[in-house]
């Protein structure tokens, strides 16, 4: 039988041509459809000889198909090969540049080419002490004229980086990164660059100014927004799958904004990645704060600044603050409001017993030109749980006229002490604006603070109820304390000529102000700062909590249309949902989706179309501006992070890849 086998097997061989790129060497070996990739190595190496080459960091790499023949057990038939297959020998380990979210970049001499993505980011985030590696991915940049054809998915070119000596190199990059070349493969005769295995490779190359003067863009438009993120790269694949060349760069960032315990000891990495981010995000206008948050944004980066310059003398080893009130309030934000996007904890943070509550008689404003010009009168208003509910009359009798669930609601105080004016604008999803008027401060705040809690899904019983009313009552005593702060501006010891305000806020704020203006309101948020030594680390914590509070906090958005759409339109994926709006008018969701109520997605994969069912009801939707994948792993991503606890001590990476991978 062993005799018959054999014969059946050299009746039923065939060649297979394999290149070797790094000796430039081509062999060719006799095998059969039954023979296992082990064997295939074997007698290739035995071929191959003795070169001066370590074998054991090579494997074989079918280019037609994409695809490593890794496993040592499969044959060739397992990976359907045949004679026609175009297969090399080549290492699994090779260059590859990261830029990190600071806008240094690391120089990876062994990165595994061979590995899923998932598993490089996880190694490269441990190299770099930074926890949670499921919240970073990687992601190549497009060329600015790439971001203006966001629908062109099947003609998207493979966005490269390319370093330049000197023209690259900027400030606060690592010493050297601009001045190692990349490898250079090869040119085709048509000027294209080449791949390691002959075919020509359709790229788009990107000097780092290029690339820095796309991120931080100003007012980029939804469809340049969406076309950013149809480069990130697939978590499941491996690198080179996905069309990464050696020497490569790609950008190292935050995907997923839902940051679990961000501890300002074991996250000094994690936390300065996160505050550049940030940083860029607000600059770029990614999120678009009030003037008034600009300025505290930009004075918390100066202050970061100033810390880096001059370090507390006596770094703190045990919690800080207990010694005065306003490092109290710092500490209790930052443990509190550093876990608001725990998406697991949105039903379980209540306290037991605890049955809060609150009335009173405001002013109600609906805000067309004609109303404003009438006296608004008293109403009753009642606030439970996440609910606020209207009664007509200040007495509160009968049922309520109006009842509004303020979850998702656009909540946005509106503060005037000079004036004592207490306004708060509430916007309901795909409805119009109105404005609830306090008469007090004390009111103002507790109101607001339940609103923002509510805005989020949290209940008025909340634990960090207490926590967000003192961070209301430290933004109104910013502007309560400006005029004093400014007419003892000669006692500070910093000045505005050391404030380049370009670095701080937007193009949009520069705009409305002169420098010298915009840099003494600067210097005043900064002032208005709790008046004692913060460590940089604490500051940009602070930075991210308040960054993280913004409305349109952490979206992601994708051109797409809907099965029963006649138009397209934005989706919008964030921590906690996912909604579909108006792509001329994107503040205005017009139907929205919690993950908590998400039962089944999946994808089918010939179409390219994500199905998805929420409370019994389906939708169906093809993606245009990215590959339907990104938007499948996207919503398993997010959906992974709610499953996570802090007592966690392990990554689950097959449930990770459950969630993300899918099945093509």
């Given at each position: 039988r062993s005799n018959e086998y054999k014969s059946y097997l050299r009746m039923h061989q065939w060649t297979l041509k394999v290149f070797v790129p790094d000796i430039g060497v081509q062999k060719t070996l006799e095998v059969s459809g039954e023979s296992t990739i082990s064997e295939v190595t074997l007698k290739l190496v035995e071929l191959l000889g003795n070169v001066g080459?370590?074998?054991?960091?090579?494997?074989?790499?079918?280019?037609?198909?994409?695809?490593?023949?890794?496993?040592?057990?499969?044959?060739?038939?397992?990976?359907?090969?045949?004679?026609?297959?175009?297969?090399?020998?080549?290492?699994?380990?090779?260059?590859?540049?990261?830029?990190?979210?600071?806008?240094?970049?690391?120089?990876?001499?062994?990165?595994?080419?061979?590995?899923?993505?998932?598993?490089?980011?996880?190694?490269?985030?441990?190299?770099?002490?930074?926890?949670?590696?499921?919240?970073?991915?990687?992601?190549?940049?497009?060329?600015e004229e790439d971001l203006k054809d966001a629908r062109n998915v099947t003609a998207r070119r493979t966005f490269r980086v390319r370093k330049s000596g000197g023209a690259g190199k900027k400030k606060g990059k690592a010493d050297g990164s601009s001045q190692n070349s990349m490898n250079t493969v090869g040119n085709a005769s048509n000027g294209e660059t080449m791949s390691p295995n002959g075919s020509v490779a359709n790229v788009a190359q990107l000097t780092p100014d290029e690339l820095d003067h796309i991120d931080i863009k100003e007012g980029k438009t939804m469809d340049e927004r969406a076309a950013m993120n149809a480069g990130w790269l697939d978590s499941s694949k491996s690198l080179m799958e996905q069309d990464v060349q050696e020497g490569d760069m790609l950008l190292l960032r935050f995907k997923y904004f839902a940051?679990?315990?961000?501890?300002?000891?074991?996250?000094?990495?994690?936390?300065?990645?996160?505050?550049?981010?940030?940083?860029?995000?607000?600059?770029?206008?990614?999120?678009?704060?009030?003037?008034?948050?600009?300025?505290?944004?930009?004075?918390?980066?100066?202050?970061?600044?100033?810390?880096?310059?001059?370090?507390?003398?006596?770094?703190?080893?045990?919690?800080?603050?207990?010694?005065?009130?306003?490092?109290?309030?710092?500490?209790?934000?930052?443990?509190?409001?550093?876990?608001?996007?725990?998406?697991?904890?949105?039903?379980?943070?209540?306290?037991?017993?605890?049955?809060?509550?609150?009335?009173?008689?405001?002013?109600?404003?609906?805000?067309?030109?004609?109303?404003?010009?009438?006296?608004?009168?008293?109403?009753?208003?009642?606030?439970?749980?996440?609910?606020?509910?209207?009664?007509?009359?200040?007495?509160?009798?009968?049922?309520?006229?109006?009842?509004?669930?303020?979850?998702?609601?656009?909540?946005?105080?509106?503060?005037?002490m000079k004036k004592r004016k207490y306004i708060l604008h509430i916007k309901p999803p795909g409805a119009k604006e109105y404005l609830v008027l306090f008469s007090d401060k004390e009111e103002f705040c507790n109101w607001t603070a339940a609103?923002?809690?509510?805005?989020?899904?949290?209940?008025?019983?909340?634990?960090?109820?207490?926590?967000?009313?003192?961070?209301?009552?430290?933004?109104?005593?910013?502007?309560?304390?400006?005029?004093?702060?400014?007419?003892?501006?000669?006692?500070?010891?910093?000045?505005?000529?050391?404030?380049?305000?370009?670095?701080?806020?937007?193009?949009?704020?520069?705009?409305?102000?002169?420098?010298?203006?915009?840099?003494?309101?600067?210097?005043?948020?900064?002032?208005?700062?709790?008046?004692?030594?913060?460590?940089?680390?604490?500051?940009?914590?602070?930075?991210?909590?308040?960054?993280?509070?913004?409305?349109?906090?952490?979206?992601?958005?994708?051109?797409?249309?809907?099965?029963?759409?006649?138009?397209?339109?934005?989706?919008?994926?964030?921590?906690?949902?996912?909604?579909?709006?108006?792509?001329?008018?994107?503040?205005?969701?017009?139907?929205?989706w919690h993950w908590t109520s998400l039962q089944s997605w999946n994808v089918n994969w010939e179409v390219r179309k994500l199905t998805f069912n929420v409370d019994g009801d389906s939708h169906s939707f093809a993606c245009l501006s990215a590959d339907i994948k990104i938007v499948h792993e996207y919503i398993g991503g997010y959906i992974f992070l709610t499953l996570r606890k802090e007592n966690d001590t392990e990554l689950d990476k097959e449930m990770f890849y459950k969630l993300t991978g899918g099945w093509q």
């Open positions: 080459k370590n074998w054991s960091r090579y494997s074989l790499w079918c280019t037609d198909k994409k695809t490593w023949l890794i496993a040592p057990r499969a044959t060739l038939n397992t990976y359907g090969l045949d004679a026609g297959n175009k297969v090399i020998f080549t290492t699994t380990n090779k260059k590859l540049t990261i830029q990190l979210p600071d806008r240094t970049t690391i120089h990876l001499e062994k990165a595994d080419f061979s590995n899923t993505l998932f598993s490089v980011v996880c190694t490269i985030c441990r190299d770099l002490r930074v926890r949670h590696p499921e919240e970073l991915s990687l992601l190549r940049c497009a060329k940051f679990l315990d961000l501890n300002q000891q074991r996250d000094e990495s994690r936390i300065n990645y996160l505050f550049n981010q940030a940083t860029r995000s607000v600059l770029s206008e990614d999120v678009v704060p009030t003037e008034a948050e600009c300025l505290e944004f930009a004075a918390i980066q100066f202050a970061v600044e100033q810390a880096n310059r001059n370090p507390p003398k006596l770094a703190r080893a045990v919690s800080p603050g207990k010694d005065d009130l306003d490092s109290a309030l710092a500490d209790l934000e930052v443990s509190l409001g550093a876990n608001d996007n725990d998406l697991d904890k949105l039903n379980n943070t209540v306290l037991p017993n605890y049955n809060r509550e609150l009335q009173a008689n405001l002013k109600f404003k609906k805000p067309k030109r004609f109303l404003f010009f009438a006296k608004p009168k008293l109403h009753k208003f009642t606030f439970r749980d996440t609910t606020m509910s209207f009664y007509k009359d200040s007495n509160g009798s009968g049922p309520p006229d109006f009842v509004q669930d303020l979850k998702d609601c656009s909540i946005v105080p509106e503060v005037d609103c923002r809690l509510a805005s989020k899904g949290k209940p008025i019983s909340d634990s960090t109820y207490d926590s967000e009313i003192e961070i209301v009552k430290t933004m109104c005593n910013m502007q309560e304390h400006s005029m004093t702060l400014r007419l003892n501006r000669n006692k500070t010891t910093v000045t505005t000529d050391e404030i380049k305000t370009e670095d701080f806020v937007s193009a949009r704020i520069s705009r409305k102000n002169k420098p010298e203006q915009l840099a003494n309101l600067i210097l005043d948020a900064h002032n208005c700062l709790p008046r004692r030594e913060h460590t940089a680390t604490e500051l940009r914590l602070k930075y991210i909590l308040k960054w993280e509070r913004l409305n349109d906090f952490g979206i992601s958005y994708f051109i797409v249309k809907f099965d029963k759409s006649k138009k397209e339109e934005l989706l919008g994926i964030a921590r906690t949902h996912m909604f579909k709006t108006d792509i001329n008018n994107p503040t205005e969701p017009i139907k929205t």
